[in-house]
């Protein structure tokens, strides 16, 4: 929530862009892990409609919107394989000017590690200053390890 807080280690490596993705599972500036286009969206309705915020609530391809969300959960999560997604409802909230406010994921799966077991979760992402510059507390550090000298 606070990238201030905590302490920075310079126990890091460099990584490209297609190694971050098949670690992560998508772009560091994606909005989500989850996959939200006209091939992943089964459904959609507005919920609500007030005071210059919106909530759509939409029903995702279990297969579809979930497969960078699933690679991330494989490789942090040390499961045995990809998590089959059975579900995925995804409830978005954003400003009149289209800005993200909130993103909650509603979803069952069944994972493996060790044995295999069915899994239901709620994550609430909350968005807050967009657009906004912020500097990387001890951006230094990573300039001097990352310079290209």
């Known amino acids: 929530s606070d990238v201030g807080k905590g302490e920075w280690s310079d126990d890091f490596s460099r990584m490209t862009l297609d190694e971050y993705r098949a670690e992560m599972g998508n772009e560091p500036t994606?909005?989500?892990?989850?996959?939200?286009?006209?091939?992943?969206?089964?459904?959609?309705?507005?919920?609500?409609?007030e005071e210059g915020t919106f909530t759509c609530r939409y029903e995702i391809s279990p297969a579809a919107g979930t497969a960078r969300y699933?690679?991330?959960?494989?490789?942090?999560?040390?499961?045995?394989?990809?998590?089959?997604?059975?579900?995925?409802?995804?409830?978005?909230?954003?400003d009149g000017e289209w800005n993200p406010v909130s993103l909650t994921a509603e979803d069952e799966?069944?994972?493996?590690?060790?044995?295999?077991?069915t899994c239901r979760?709620?994550?609430?992402?909350?968005?807050?200053?967009?657009?906004?510059?912020?500097?990387?507390?001890?951006?230094?550090?990573?300039?001097?390890?990352?310079s290209e000298s």
């Open 30 to 49: 994606a909005l989500s892990s989850y996959i939200l286009n006209d091939g992943s969206v089964l459904s959609g309705e507005l919920i609500s409609a």
């Open 121 to 146: 979760s709620t994550l609430t992402e909350t968005f807050y200053d967009i657009g906004v510059p912020t500097e990387i507390p001890d951006a230094e550090l990573f300039r001097v390890h990352f």
């Open 70 to 94: 699933a690679e991330k959960m494989k490789n942090y999560g040390g499961l045995d394989g990809l998590p089959e997604f059975v579900r995925c409802t995804l409830t978005l909230t954003f």
């Open 109 to 117: 799966y069944k994972i493996k590690k060790i044995f295999s077991m």
